[in-house]
């Protein structure tokens, strides 16, 4: 069997389309708030640019989309900006949270080993909010340095994948796994990062435009649904990197050491079938 095959066999056992929804939506909830603290933050250069979502979400993807539809709520006063940057930052690590247990129930389920209960989630939820925000902004700062200099934009967006990669990395480790190395996780970490810079570009080039029409035309519920397609894609690459790397390592083991690609609960209804089994025939 192939490696794209085992690959696609495993999540189609696990159900990782659901898998990707479930963070899709745990996603949305966390980035609403990081829209309004970005938007208070940054109140004065949204009333001073006037261009709206679309050109919000070219130069700053899907973050500064989010920013920028956030910023009629808090164009009424100064004061109101405070309270949604107090109120922002407050649900930030819960919503945090909620996202950081979705992406730990998906490793365990892409590795096959038993969920643990996370500890400390609301600082999980921080340490994934700043990390996150970190990664928008090195973004948006990688594509205003390859607007205003054309010419090492290759290297920049090599650069901007590098960073991305290592960030990944670091982060799956922490995960549950049954990895013994950080290398273990390379190749899933280039595709998860790959592939948010092609969702950036697409964002900017393809999704930007239909943010300011969908707007216009069908109003926030429009603009709601193209950032929950981006953030579907964006959760859909995250499950799949973690199946790949499992995929891949399990093909590395020996054959009477590495665990069947099964679906883990098929497994353990198995393994305790087995266990019932000398009890069942002592009875006979």
Do not use: C
Request: proline share 5%.
């Amino acid at each position: 069997m192939s490696l794209l095959t085992s690959a696609l066999e495993r999540e189609r056992l696990a159900a990782a389309g659901l898998l990707a929804g479930g963070l899709a939506y745990r996603l949305f909830f966390w980035i609403v708030p990081l829209g309004l603290v970005l938007a208070a933050v940054f109140s004065f250069w949204v009333d001073a640019d006037r261009a709206g979502l679309e050109h919000a979400a070219q130069d700053y993807g899907i973050g500064g989309a989010t920013a920028s539809a956030a910023a009629d709520a808090i164009a009424s006063g100064a004061h109101e900006r405070w309270y949604f940057l107090l109120v922002g930052l407050a649900l930030l690590p819960w919503f945090g949270a909620g996202v950081v247990r979705a992406i730990h129930i998906t490793h365990a389920i892409a590795w096959h080993v038993p969920p643990e209960k996370l500890r400390k989630p609301l600082r999980a939820g921080a340490v994934f909010t700043v990390l996150t925000a970190g990664l928008m902004f090195v973004t948006a700062g990688a594509a205003a340095l390859r607007e205003r200099l054309p010419g090492p934009g290759l290297g920049v967006t090599i650069a901007l994948v590098l960073v991305y990669t290592a960030a990944l990395i670091w982060v799956s480790t922490v995960l549950p796994s049954r990895a013994t190395t950080w290398r273990d996780f390379i190749p899933g970490a280039v595709l998860v990062a790959v592939g948010t810079l092609a969702i950036h570009f697409s964002v900017s080039f393809y999704l930007a435009p239909k943010l300011g029409r969908s707007s216009e035309l069908y109003g926030t519920l429009g603009a709601a649904t193209v950032v929950l397609l981006w953030l579907y894609l964006a959760a859909r690459l995250v499950v799949a990197g973690a199946f790949l790397n499992a995929a891949l390592w399990e093909r590395r083991q020996p054959a009477d050491e590495a665990p069947r690609s099964d679906h883990p609960d098929r497994v353990t209804f198995r393994r305790a079938g087995r266990a019932r089994l000398p009890a069942r025939k002592r009875r006979e």
